[in-house]
């Protein structure tokens, strides 16, 4: 980890060049790919010779669902580039990332806007109408408050959201929308270990501020898309096939993140507000937990270990 220096108080401009190696890294890992190469478009036929019927598409409507939402979730992209844009400021190395991000996000809707099409999955005029709706509507993520609390929100949101696009592609049944969610999916891992590595610095930096940003974020986390029409009942479709669930986002995206990589219980030398917000932290990730353990969890639920009643918190 490159060496912080704390003299300035302004996380962006002491993180910039932690921000530029790791844009680095991402830049040497991340591999070209092309939408074309993963859409069947040997399947195409035109809408206008053949109007499209609700039975052209073998794929079950739980599979249909989850793509819909993953799709018009990647299709608000210019209010997260706004937002990130906003958060981060915009200047060298944090510029460069938003705008190269940007352009990566972009391929996902094209891809998988692509494919849909192209296989019939989804009625391709209420799909359109619906991106309008919820374009021109436009979903800014609330309740970030700054940098901080930004990269928090932001390394949640992309970790849930490879495993989201992952779990969809396997439950399609249809190998060629799993490649091509993997193939997203991977992109996600990239943007997620990118802003985990981020904030990774960002609390050397300022171990206590970062926790505060972990308690907001933590405790008022939601997906993006949840301002689209009939979200609530998307969702519950989705947790109910272990797409996405709060087991899932317990398990998979908090424990990981929160315990393995910032070390969460370990910080050292936190302010009481950042003690305090670390204890309502854990305790509410031990009611989670609890909760998503009555709940039932995803379709597929981890057994439990002796490692889980030995631990002293439920991650
Ligand atoms: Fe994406
Ligand atoms: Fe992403």
């Given at each position: 980890m490159t060496a912080l220096n704390t003299?300035?108080?302004?996380p962006l401009v002491e993180l910039e060049p932690l921000v530029a190696s790791l844009l680095d890294r991402h830049l040497a890992t991340a591999k070209e790919w092309f939408p074309h190469e993963y859409v069947?478009?040997?399947?195409g036929r035109s809408f206008n010779d053949a109007p499209w019927e609700a039975?052209?598409?073998?794929?079950s409507a739980v599979a249909r669902t989850a793509l819909e939402l993953n799709l018009l979730t990647e299709d608000n992209l210019p209010y997260y580039h706004l937002a990130i844009w906003n958060l981060f400021g915009g200047q060298k190395a944090w510029g460069e990332w938003a705008r190269r991000w940007t352009a990566e996000e972009g391929r996902h809707s094209i891809a998988i806007r692509d494919y849909l099409l192209v296989t019939r999955a989804v009625d391709p005029v209420a799909l359109e109408r619906e991106r309008m709706e919820h374009v021109s509507r436009g979903y800014y993520p609330r309740g970030i408050t700054g940098a901080l609390d930004g990269l928090v929100y932001v390394t949640l949101q992309e970790l849930a959201t490879r495993i989201a696009h992952r779990n969809t592609g396997a439950i399609t049944g249809d190998p060629v929308a799993e490649r091509l969610l993997i193939r997203v999916a991977l992109d996600e891992n990239l943007h997620y270990t990118f802003y985990r590595d981020v904030a990774a610095g960002a609390i050397e930096l300022d171990p206590s501020a970062m926790v505060l940003a972990m308690q907001r974020q933590v405790m008022g986390f939601a997906m993006p898309g949840l301002e689209l029409r009939s979200f609530r009942q998307r969702a519950i479709t989705i947790a109910a096939a272990g797409i996405y669930d709060l087991r899932i986002h317990h398990e998979q995206v908090l424990c990981p993140v929160l315990f393995k990589h910032w070390r969460l219980p370990e910080l050292r030398g936190l302010s009481d507000d950042a003690e305090r917000a670390r204890d309502t932290l854990l305790a509410f990730l031990d009611g989670l937990a609890a909760t998503s353990a009555n709940l039932g969890g995803s379709a597929n639920p981890r057994p439990a270990t002796a490692a889980d009643s030995s631990s002293q918190h439920a991650c």
């Amino acid at each position: 980890m490159t060496a912080l220096n704390t003299a300035s108080p302004d996380p962006l401009v002491e993180l910039e060049p932690l921000v530029a190696s790791l844009l680095d890294r991402h830049l040497a890992t991340a591999k070209e790919w092309f939408p074309h190469e993963y859409v069947p478009w040997e399947l195409g036929r035109s809408f206008n010779d053949a109007p499209w019927e609700a039975g052209d598409s073998g794929l079950s409507a739980v599979a249909r669902t989850a793509l819909e939402l993953n799709l018009l979730t990647e299709d608000n992209l210019p209010y997260y580039h706004l937002a990130i844009w906003n958060l981060f400021g915009g200047q060298k190395a944090w510029g460069e990332w938003a705008r190269r991000w940007t352009a990566e996000e972009g391929r996902h809707s094209i891809a998988i806007r692509d494919y849909l099409l192209v296989t019939r999955a989804v009625d391709p005029v209420a799909l359109e109408r619906e991106r309008m709706e919820h374009v021109s509507r436009g979903y800014y993520p609330r309740g970030i408050t700054g940098a901080l609390d930004g990269l928090v929100y932001v390394t949640l949101q992309e970790l849930a959201t490879r495993i989201a696009h992952r779990n969809t592609g396997a439950i399609t049944g249809d190998p060629v929308a799993e490649r091509l969610l993997i193939r997203v999916a991977l992109d996600e891992n990239l943007h997620y270990t990118f802003y985990r590595d981020v904030a990774a610095g960002a609390i050397e930096l300022d171990p206590s501020a970062m926790v505060l940003a972990m308690q907001r974020q933590v405790m008022g986390f939601a997906m993006p898309g949840l301002e689209l029409r009939s979200f609530r009942q998307r969702a519950i479709t989705i947790a109910a096939a272990g797409i996405y669930d709060l087991r899932i986002h317990h398990e998979q995206v908090l424990c990981p993140v929160l315990f393995k990589h910032w070390r969460l219980p370990e910080l050292r030398g936190l302010s009481d507000d950042a003690e305090r917000a670390r204890d309502t932290l854990l305790a509410f990730l031990d009611g989670l937990a609890a909760t998503s353990a009555n709940l039932g969890g995803s379709a597929n639920p981890r057994p439990a270990t002796a490692a889980d009643s030995s631990s002293q918190h439920a991650c």
